[in-house]
C-alpha cells in the first residue's frame, strides 16, 4: 500500500533530486566534515594601523624601495600600537609558526628572530633625520608653531652610555634615566624625537632642537612653544633670541611674578573683575607679558597647600613627641635635625615653617606671613612672548601655550597608556635611539588614527565648537555637548558604542583572518570574519579594507 506523507512538487527540482538521492541510499558529507578551519588569526586591529600606516605614506619614507628591513621597521611600528612587547616576543609574533595576529603574515614574513628585528633597527638608524625632515615637511612651514617639551624614561641595566642618573618623572628611585625631547607641530603631531643622557637638564637640551628647525628642516620663522622650565631666561638670551626670525611663547616662574609684583607693574587690584590683563616691565623690554587668574585654580592651589602643611605638622608633631619621651628619646641637635630635615622636604613646604632645635627639644610654628604672602599669587600665571600684539591677540597667545598639554599626552601615551616606549632593556646607544624613534613613529600613525576615529572614541571631536563657545580662555577648556553626551550615554550620535583606542582595537581583534581547507589540508582559502557594524564603521573612519 503506497501513502503520501508529502507533497515535494513545489520544491526546487535539485532539491528534490538531493532528496531522490538520499532516499536510494546515497550519504552526502556535512559543511563540518567538507570545511575545516586551520588557524584563525586576529586581524581587524592589524589592518586599522597597517592600514593607516600605509594610508599616511609612512612605509614609502622609510625607505624608497621594498625590502625585509623596510618591512621588519613597519612590523615594530605597527607592533608598538597593537600589542608592544620586547624584540624578542615581537619576533615570536611575527614567524609563521608562532603567529599572534595576522601581521607577520599580512607582511609576509615567514621565519623573524630577534637578531632580524635588531639589524632592521640598525638599517633605520641612519635614515632618522631624512625621514624626520620629510615629516616636517609635511606638517610645517614657515611661521608654523612647534611645540617642544622632554621627560623621562627610566632605564634597565647599567652598560648604556646615554643611562645616567637625573630628575626621574617615573617615580623610579636608583633607576638610571635617558632623557627625550620631542617636537610636536601646533595640533601635537609627532615630528622629531631625540635622545639625551638621563642627566641633562631640560634647557640644554633646546639648542639642538633650534639648529634643527633653521638648518635641517630649512624654516626661516617659527614661533617656538616651550614652558618656564625649558625656555628659560638663560636660554632665551642665549640661544633664542640671537636666532633671526625665531619667536617664542613661554611662562615666567613663581618668583619672576613675585618680582613683578614687588616692582609694581603687577597690580592685583586689576583682576576684581577680569581675569586677564597686559601689562609692562622694563625687565622685559621688548615683551608682551599677559597675566592670567584663574579663580578655581586659585582655589585649588590654597586647598592643596593647606593639605600638606597640614600633613607636614602631623610629621612634626611626631618628632616632638620623640623628644619629649620618657624610653628612647630623641635626643642631639644633630640628630634631630637630621629627622627634620627629611619631614620638611618629604611634602616640599618647609618654607611654611620656623623651626628651634636644641639638644633635647624640637618646637615649630606656621610662618603665616609667607603662607599669607605666596597665597596672594595663588591662580595667577603670567605668559611672555615675543610675539606683537597684530601677529597674535593675548586670547590665542594664552591658547596657544595651553597647547603644550598636547605634547604632554603624547608623552603618556608613549610611556604608559598605549605604546609604553618604557622600561628600555637595549644597551647599545644607537638601538636606545631607534627604539625611542620607532616608537614616536607608532605615535605618529597613532596621532592621525584618533584624529580619524574620534566619532567613535571618548576623544573630542568637537574641540573647535566647544572652544568657539569658551568665554574665558583662563578658565579649564571644557569639552563640548557632544562629547560630554558621549561620556554620559556610552553612545555616539549615530548609536554606536563609544570606545577609548585601545579597547577600540581590542573590539578589531576579533575580527579574525581564517585559514579554511576544503576536503584536503592542500586546498584552503581565507576567510574573514563578517565586521559588526562598530567594526565596519571604524575601518570606514580610517579609509581602510579588511583585505590589505
Known sequence: MKETVANLSHLPEELIDL???YLKGERFATAQEIFQINRTLPHGHVAAVLGSLRGSFLDKLLGDKPSRKRTLVVAMIVARIIAPQSKLATARGLGSETLSTSLGDELG????????LYEAMDWLAPRQAKIEDALAK???ADGSLVLYDVTSVYFEGRVCPLAKL??????????LQIVVGLLCNGEGCPISVEVFEGNTGDPKTLLPQIAKLKSRFGLTRVVLVGDRGMLTEARLREDVRPEEGLDWITALRGPAIRGLLNA?????SLFDEREMAEITDPQYPGERLIVCRNPLLAEERARKREELIRATEEELNEIVLATTRARQRLSGADKIGLRVGKVLNHFKVGKYFQTEIDDDSFRFSRDEARITEDAMLDGFYVIRTSLPQEVMSAQRTVSTYKSLSQVERVFRSLKSVDLKVRPIHHHLEGRVRTHVFICMLASYVEWHMRKALAPILFDDDHKLEAEARRTSIVAPAKRSEQ??????NGTTEDGYPVHSFQSLLADLATLAKNVVSVNSPDTTFVQYTAPTPVQKKALDLLNVSVKL
Open 19 to 21: 532528496i531522490r538521492r
Open 109 to 116: 614574513l615567514e621565519s623573524v628572530k630577534a637578531e632580524d
Open 138 to 140: 609635511r606638517h610645517l
Open 166 to 175: 637625573g630628575h626621574n618623572r617615573d617615580g623610579k628611585k636608583g633607576k
Open 264 to 268: 609694581g607693574s603687577l597690580q592685583l
Open 483 to 488: 562629547a560630554l553626551a558621549k561620556a554620559q
